[in-house]
T-cell receptor
């Protein structure tokens, strides 16, 4: 089993729709969780951290479910500019290094 | 403020050739990382350096060596390139676990 798993998609949704992704992790000792956004042929960039209490940044909401060992990302009122690959990342076992999921490709259609 | 700078941006090597990928950060981060990204595989950690003077293997270290030259610089060396090393290589640095990535090196080994 991979340490961090994501549905690779692709997800194709109409503009204005709400879309959600999940990411599962296998190590219950994981401490830190993140969502990164990666545009085509670009480097990943931090979208948001995921806290135990969940967090929201505008149209984006991230949540952590420790019992079921997954994190989620919800995008409301999706925009064409949200088209990208979304990578989840998990800090495994207290070390600073992150393990990344394979990414979920999202395309927002007009 | 440059952040993380990688050179070169593109490279084509013949099988058996060697090369060094350079990475430098100006954020005074202690930790630096080298990842490779292949289609459908996500980002996989090659080597990392938790602090100046230390390096450790990641998930896929075979065929690579690294040098943490000083706090700013972390280089990745391919001693004898193989076609399986065709990939996009990303360097990153971090303080705690929030990563900043370089723009990547697209390497093709023929």
């Amino acid at each position: 089993r991979k340490e961090v798993e994501q549905d690779p998609g692709p997800f194709n949704v109409p503009e204005g729709a709400t879309v959600a992704f999940n990411c599962t992790y296998s190590n219950s000792a994981s401490q830190s969780f993140f969502w990164y956004r990666q545009d085509c042929r670009k480097e990943p960039k931090l979208l948001m951290s995921v806290y135990s209490s969940g967090n929201e940044d505008g149209r984006f909401t991230a949540q952590l479910n420790r019992a079921s060992q997954y994190i989620s990302l919800l995008i409301r009122d999706s925009k064409l500019s949200d088209s990208a690959t979304y990578l989840c990342a998990v800090n495994i076992g207290g070390a600073q290094k992150l393990v990344f999921g394979q990414g979920t490709r999202l395309t927002i259609n007009p | 403020n440059a952040g993380v700078t990688q050179t070169p941006k593109f490279q084509v090597l013949k099988t058996g050739q060697s090369m060094t990928l350079q990475c430098a950060q100006d954020m005074n981060h202690n930790s630096m990382y080298w990842y490779r990204q292949d289609p459908g595989m996500g980002l996989r950690l090659i080597y990392y350096s938790a602090s100046e003077g230390t390096t450790d293997k990641g998930e896929v270290p075979n065929g690579y060596n690294v040098s943490r030259l000083n706090k700013r610089e972390f280089s990745l060396r391919l001693e004898s390139a193989a076609p399986s090393q065709t990939s996009v290589y990303f360097c990153a640095s971090s303080e705690i676990t929030s990563y900043t990535f370089g723009s990547g090196t697209r390497l093709t080994v023929v």
